[in-house]
């Protein structure tokens, strides 16, 4: 079951960011790179492609993939609980949210975040995971601010579409909020994450080991 989920998300994930590169309409759409659950879709594609690599090799799953494996989950659910209780609700405000509800946006959202849940809870050989590897986890959503904050502030490439902005989440928008205010934005996410990523550990420790 864990090889047909795995084909499954590899699938899907790969059939999503060709989707969104829009190369059959014969352009390059780069901007996709700059949006947090493209970033963590082609994550999870690379992880299963490299433990499908791994596993067919030495039959078994080693500590460092297991860890991996622990942490793209946990920011794949981000993405689902971040669209369905922050990006959702803005669309509805501004009476937009019809273009929430694409295939696309499903697999993204719904799909691939529950089979990577899935095959995370019931077919991983869990072992337990010290404090240190969430607070190095954390890396990976400050690297993306950075990454959207280069992009904003010099303003490179197109805008994107939904927010008509360089920004692609209007809670990071330098020059709506104010360097301030967004700085502040980062640093309450970054405790959520933290505490969400504890209680997901906890779970894996104290659980399923």
């Not at 509800?101 to 799909?111: D, E, K, R, T, W």
Request: charged content about 10%; glycine content about 2%.
């Amino acid at each position: 079951m864990h090889f047909v989920i795995s084909i499954i998300i590899l699938f899907l994930s790969f059939i999503y960011t060709f989707h969104r590169l829009e190369i059959l309409q014969r352009k390059f759409n780069s901007t996709i790179f700059f949006l947090f659950t493209n970033l963590s879709v082609i994550l999870s594609f690379f992880y299963y492609l490299l433990n499908l690599i791994y596993y067919s090799v030495y039959k078994e799953e080693n500590f460092l993939l297991v860890t991996c494996k622990q942490y793209v989950t946990f920011y794949m659910l981000v993405v689902m609980l971040v669209y369905h209780f922050v990006l959702v609700p803005n669309e509805k405000r501004k009476k937009t949210a019809n273009r929430c509800y694409s295939l696309s946006s499903n697999v993204a959202h719904i799909i691939l975040p529950c089979l990577l849940f899935l095959d995370w809870f019931f077919f991983t050989k869990h072992q337990k995971l010290s404090i240190f590897t969430l607070i190095l986890s954390l890396l990976y959503p400050i690297f993306y601010c950075c990454l959207v904050f280069y992009k904003g502030i010099k303003k490179t490439g197109k805008s994107f579409a939904h927010s008509s902005t360089h920004y692609p989440y209007f809670f990071l928008d330098i020059e709506s909020l104010g360097l301030k205010k967004v700085i502040m934005t980062v640093i309450i996410l970054l405790i959520i994450l933290f505490l969400l990523g504890y209680l997901f550990l906890c779970v894996n420790n104290y659980i399923l080991v």
